[in-house]
């Protein structure tokens, strides 16, 4: 298991958002004073955060409710030999959630995949008191985001409301932590997490997690091949499969360069061996000297 600990509150997430698309690292709560330590923290922020529990599987058996109120397991939406685009949040959300589920459907919209046909999307709710009727307000909204209509003829995006007892076994297989922190009228009804996106392969094993709110095309594309084992894709995303790496520490793809230095340095090879074999090829009907 990797582990790493990020948290995002909610206090000031407009600002963290403007100075930083990607929430990799640990975000500072805008109400401490500039120059106070990590430690001075508040202890709830401390206990918001990501394990990468890669390879880890997720409680398929586990009951839930649709956004038409059907009762589901999580199971249903595996084994349809199909990757699952992932997202845990809470529908009542102002802040943070919009932003990942907006960030999560423009970049499958700009992917090149077809939710249906290369992937599937879940999303649940971390908050026991949401209910169908919220699942099915923020569905509507991400397929507007995704604008992709075989996402609705294919019933290939649901987003999930639960018992607690659910919502934790989700939580802890997919290393998601959240603190229920005070909102503005002092109750208790937010959710300090962070923002991440996680694919999970077709047999409901965690593969990869995205970190931020403005996630590229690319890496999710990328994401999305390797959780299908590379069953899908052409052969250039198999290429740039091989000159970039999954970071767990940044959350996103990076350029590999020792790979793509080697693959410089085959080409050049077979360059010049071509180019020596042509001359050494004498041509056929060259003039016979007396």
Not at 73 to 90: S, T
Not at 197 to 206: A, E, K, L, Q, S
Not at 246 to 263: F, M, N
């Amino acid at each position: 298991m990797i582990r790493l600990r990020l948290s995002l509150p909610i206090a000031g997430l407009a600002s963290v958002l403007l100075l930083n698309s990607l929430t990799a690292n640990a975000q500072y709560s805008a109400d401490r004073p500039v120059g106070t330590s990590a430690q001075q923290a508040p202890s709830w922020q401390k206990n918001a955060g990501i394990d990468q529990n890669l390879n880890r599987p997720l409680p398929l058996n586990d009951a839930f409710h649709d956004e038409s109120g059907r009762n589901v397991k999580l199971g249903d939406f595996f084994g349809h030999n199909r990757p699952v685009m992932l997202a845990l949040m809470y529908y009542n959300c102002q802040m943070l959630c919009p932003q990942v589920l907006h960030g999560m459907g423009s970049a499958l919209r700009q992917s090149g995949f077809h939710a249906g046909r290369e992937y599937d999307v879940v999303v649940a709710s971390i908050d026991p008191s949401d209910t169908p009727a919220n699942a099915a307000s923020e569905k509507q909204q991400f397929l507007t985001i995704i604008d992709d209509p075989s996402a609705t003829a294919a019933g290939a995006v649901h987003f999930l409301t639960g018992q607690q007892t659910s919502i934790t076994d989700l939580a802890q297989a997919t290393g998601f932590h959240y603190v229920r922190v005070p909102g503005p009228d002092g109750k208790m009804d937010q959710f300090a997490h962070s923002s991440v996106i996680m694919i999970v392969t077709p047999d409901g094993r965690m593969s990869k997690y995205l970190f931020g709110v403005d996630y590229q095309p690319r890496d999710v594309r990328l994401a999305i091949i390797q959780a299908s084992s590379r069953h899908i894709g052409t052969l250039s995303d198999l290429v740039l499969l091989y000159c970039c790496s999954y970071s767990p520490s940044q959350g996103r793809y990076t350029v590999a360069i020792l790979r793509i230095l080697g693959l410089a340095g085959v080409a050049s090879l077979l360059a010049v061996i071509a180019m020596l074999w042509l001359l050494a090829k004498k041509p056929k009907n060259a003039p016979v000297g007396v």
